[in-house]
């Protein structure tokens, strides 16, 4: 079942979970599929503040961030500063992990490490200028580490979508985010399904307790569906 919205610029869409795919499944590790499995905090240290970033005496440009201080093997990364003023501003790195990509453009520090690249990368730095200012955070030290699996799994379907709002087929439907966590309001984990012709992902590695549970749709071009209605499974 899908409900269309419209907008102004873009044909967006709002997929919603089928009600007859209720989350399923509990005990025993989940099938395998082609996705990215999203940041989890619960396996990711913060990093010492690295907010006090350098800038000129003048005050023209600072740079301001806390980036993680590790992350679970197969759970993707992100992180980007803040530069203050913003315009202009091109950004570099040094000691960048080999598993992730850096933007020039926003600073931002992305990727997906696998259990081969479990250790440390240290002395990360990640610098910004204007052009006539520059500013630097604080170095600091990634780690990545194994990732810990649970027993249970829960298992979402969905029907996608078809049409645009105004009536037109979708042509650039390019896959799915799910959306995960402990608190219906706080769904923190997200697993990328790039495979839009799934109608069916189990999430596996689960641990007792009650998770819950959001899927939307993205096209080619980056525009995301508003979330669907949020379900829930308790893995005992």
Known sequence: MVNFLSNSKHALFALVLASSSLLTACGGGGEGSTATAG?????????????????????????????????AAGRSYSFAPTASPSAGVS???????????????????????????????????????????????????????????????????????????DGSSITNLAGYNIYYGTSAGDLTTKIQVTNPGLTAYTVADLGAGT?????????????ESAPSIVGSKTIS
Do not use: E, H, R
């Not at 990711?44 to 590790?70: D, I, R, V, Y």
């Not at 990368?121 to 630097?136: E, L, P």
């Open 39 to 71: 940041a989890d905090p619960g396996t990711a240290a913060a990093a010492p503040s690295t907010s006090n970033g350098t800038s000129p005496a003048s005050g023209a440009l600072t740079l301001s961030g806390t980036p993680l201080a590790s992350i």
């Open 91 to 165: 950004y570099s790195i040094t000691n960048k992990p080999a598993w992730a990509t850096f933007s020039t453009v926003t600073g931002a520090l992305t990727g997906t490490p696998s259990a081969a690249d479990i250790g440390t990368t240290s002395g990360i730095v990640i610098s910004a200028s204007n052009g006539t200012a520059s500013a630097q955070l604080s170095a600091f030290n990634l780690t990545v580490t194994a990732q810990s699996a649970g027993s249970g799994a829960a298992t979402l379907s969905w029907t996608p979508p078809t049409q645009n709002t």
């Open 211 to 223: 998770y819950y549970f959001s899927i939307s749709a993205y096209t080619a071009n980056g525009v």
